[in-house]
């Protein structure tokens, strides 16, 4: 359940009392664990995975109704204003419009009230102040790309940093602001999920933006040329469900380089990542053993080659630094043999998407056939990236639906959508997630993510009241059935501080 789906008047789902309600919904629910999409900025496309930072945090998501309470806002300063007419529907465009002009009167009330607060928490955060000089910048070239900026600010010419490090002293605390307020909310609310028993499992994209602090604060990290222009991008080769493949474009690491100073930026961006999830998701997990590679400028994925990744040494390198962590590895897509082992070197969880197990276009389906699963491995109905299991059923191809409804003995009296979240509930699968969307019964209206496509994506809301009493038991007495209910109860109360980095 993405935090942006939560029903809230503002436009959006944000980090207040929406998500902890949900919470609560949670665990009397039975659940322990809520997982998220990332928290990053979003950029063009309005995707999590294409953010302007893996660092930094969605100013979207933060609570109006909170910064209120602590006087940082008054009721008029946003509650007049229209942030959408459909409450199911994101209108980011709205947002952008909007947001920010109610969070710099926010930001200012902050600098004047706990100026000192303000400045530990940027001397704890290495990465913010190129994000929000990167961020000062754009707004200065009217959102233009950093590979569109004028040569002494594109290649970061010490001198040129400085003097606009000087000029746009005062956009430069508002971004820093922005950040204060949004880790402030989220360490709240990421402590109170703990205390009722609920982890938080985040989603780390393996890739990130060309057009981000990131890649523009350190391009030595990335294959680039001699002017900072990417030499090839990321993606995915063609297969039986696009022709074209996928072009997502995003800068590849160069692995030669990471290696010599021992993955160091890798250490510091999943150590990062467990300041603010419990558990972590890598995305594209198979690009460690091997990654596709396409010329830069080409108009889709078709002409890309194989390059090897860093393989088992990297995770050797990140467990060495960072000690074991809880991490799950997203491993769908096209496998080989060497995909496979170096998951089972890692000890990771993979992935078992039950939509998967009946796509005719995959000869590898029987993968993903409950009664194959491995007790390892974390088993979904289906992901962001997919059709809702009513969505799948009115618009997979007829045999294959046919298929499933025998193979798993769908009842439309039961209802088909928990007919096939039953059987991952029933797997051996040491963890079963499904989509909030499938337990609220919703067809293709309720997808969040078509992937190879713009536009329509990431805007799925749920309506007020969605996460009803009556859900709560159903989806509680599922998990008795099942023997999924939390162990250790979800009373258990986490004596967690603040995390200092928050």
Known sequence: MPVTALPSRWGIGTMGECAREFVRFLRSAGQTYWQILPLNPTSYGDSPYQSFSSFAGNPYLI??????????????????????????????????????SVLKKAVDRLQKRIPNELEEFCATQPWLENYALFMALKDRFGGAPWSRWPAPLKMRQPQAIQQAMQELNNEVRFWQGVQF?????????????????????????????EDSADVWAEPCQFQLDEQCNPIEVAGCPPDGFSEDGQLWGNPLFDWD?????????WIRRIEYQFHLYDVLRIDHFRAFDAYYAI????????????????????????????????IIAEDLGFLTESVHKLLKDTGYPGMKVLEFAFDSRDGGGSLYLPHN?????????????????????????????????????????????????RAIWASVADRAIVQMQDLLGLGSEGRINTPSTLGGNWQWRALPNFASPALAARIHRQMQLYGRLPVPPSTTVSNEEVDPCL
């Open 63 to 100: 609570d109006l109704d909170e910064l209120a309470a602590q006087g940082l806002l008054q009721a008029d300063e946003y509650q007049d204003l229209n942030w959408g007419e459909n409450a199911t529907c994101i209108d980011y465009g709205l947002l952008y419009r909007q947001r920010f």
């Open 257 to 265: 380089k990471m290696k010599q100073d021992g993955f160091a930026w």
């Open 373 to 421: 699963y491995p007790t390892n491995c974390i088993a979904y109905v289906g992901t962001h990236d997919n059709e809702t299991a009513l969505g799948w059923l009115a618009t997979a191809d007829a045999g294959d639906v046919a298929l499933a409804r025998e193979y798993l003995h769908l009842d439309p009296v039961e209802g088909e959508h928990w007919g096939m979240m």
């Open 181 to 209: 307020l949004f880790f402030r909310q989220w360490s709240a609310l990421k402590q109170y999920a703990n205390r009722h028993g609920v982890q938080i499992v985040g989603d780390l994209p393996i890739y990130v933006a």
């Open 295 to 326: 010329p830069a400028g080409a108009k889709d994925a078709k002409n890309g080659r194989w390059r090897t990744g860093p393989g088992i040494e990297f995770f050797h390198t990140i467990e060495a630094a960072l000690g074991r962590r809880n």
